[in-house]
């Protein structure tokens, strides 16, 4: 299955290209991503909880970096397999700046097999966009922060938020008993 | 094909549900009549730890009119809807959808608030929801809220449909349901999905279009609107060629989907063709 698109995303191509190669950065970004391990130079085990609406499975794999060429271009490998089935595949990555934006090309061939691809084949592709979006936007996000700030925790506005309405939420509560 | 180690409640009130939903979030599914949930958690692509079976709140299955709306609770079967002779004559175009998806068993089982939150890419009741300008009534532990069709459908399998929140009743406007309407598709030979569906509805002045709204389904990760035909079509005669022309712009801006069994090639012009023939079939009516 081929898999292609275009992400556009507001910051310098030498910092997406370095948040790209980051392992740290891209354990933030790639959606589900519970763990990334280095296992070689640019080479990667990786733990993925991925899925879309009530469909999850839990993916464990390898990626690999290759024909790395900062800040243009690299090929990434994938191989991983889960309890829904398995995928390999290759992809390749092109990055052009234009007036302060940078363009990500994606193109790859996908195989995927088993259960997944037996019954979920008419909605693989559009996963695979739905998930490469998420990634990207995670992505410009940790291009834009300035180098020396802490990167930007994704969740962290929305864990705030919860934490916030849940106190808000008790000091309501309490208030009526108290009157 | 035997499921995940699951647990299983089974709420007497839609109260009861959601306070437990809100109770136990992520973990949970909500259980209506599953011929979407079930077939995923047996092939474990869904592995729930809690099942919330709603499908005995008898009373949320009603078709009823009320304030100038047609009120569909969420639990009615597709079978419901498709016998209802009231609805045959109120608003066709629900009725056709209802009586095309899957087969027998299907509908026998499966609700319309079940397929509409689940949001199947190729699910057949989209494309009608959101050519009939309905509303869904979302309900939760803070409350109800009101969201437009063209507003619940965000992507693939995902819809605006909160964590906390059960979709509890299908609203559609009379006003808007008593014109000419057609839903024709092209189902998947084998899973009755459709590959393309296009629910039409019309309004007509003598023999010009007043106003239309055309939903497609299984054509891209999500049903939409297919503001270009309507555009085109809107003001214009109701003869072959003007139809033909602004069913040309069926999927205009879209994303198509892309699989083994129809290229994104293939489903745009099976939507052009479809849409051509719903338009041509409603403006009959």
Partial sequence: ?179 | MIPAQFDYVVPSSLDEAVALLAQHQDEAKILAGGHSLIPAMKLRLAQPQLLIDIGRLKDLTYVREEDGQLRIGALTTHYELESSARLRDLCPLLAACAGSIGDVQVRNKGTIGGSLAHADPAADWPAAVLALDAELVAASANGERTIKATDFFVDMLTTALQPGEILREIRVPLAAARTSQAYLKMPHPASGFAVVGVAVNLARQGDACQAVAVGITGVAAKAYRAAGVEQALTGGALDEQTIANASAHAADNVDLNDDLFASADYRRHLAQVYTRRAIAEAAKR
Wanted: positive net charge; proline residues 6%.
């Fill in chain 1, 1 to 179: 299955m081929k898999i292609e698109g275009t992400h556009e995303l507001r910051a310098a191509r030498a910092r997406v290209y370095a948040a790209l190669v980051d392992p740290a950065v891209l354990a933030r970004c790639i959606p589900g991503c519970e763990r990334l391990e280095q296992t070689g130079e640019h080479a990667y085990a990786a733990t993925l909880r991925a899925g879309v609406g009530a469909i999850k499975g839990l993916f464990t794999g390898n990626v690999r970096l290759e024909d790395m060429r900062p800040p243009e271009h690299y090929r990434i490998v994938v191989d991983g397999r889960g309890q829904p089935g398995f995928l390999k595949g290759a992809g390749d990555l092109d990055l052009a700046e234009r007036d302060g934006v940078t363009v990500i090309k994606y193109a790859g061939d996908v195989q995927v097999g088993g259960t997944i691809a037996g019954v979920g084949q008419r909605m693989i592709q559009g996963a695979a966009k739905m998930m490469a979006a998420q990634f990207f936007t995670a992505l410009e996000a940790e291009a834009q922060a300035a180098p020396e700030e802490p990167p930007p925790r994704h969740n962290f506005f929305r864990l705030a938020l919860r934490w916030l309405s849940g106190r808000l939420q008790r000091l309501f509560q309490r208030r009526p008993q108290s009157s």
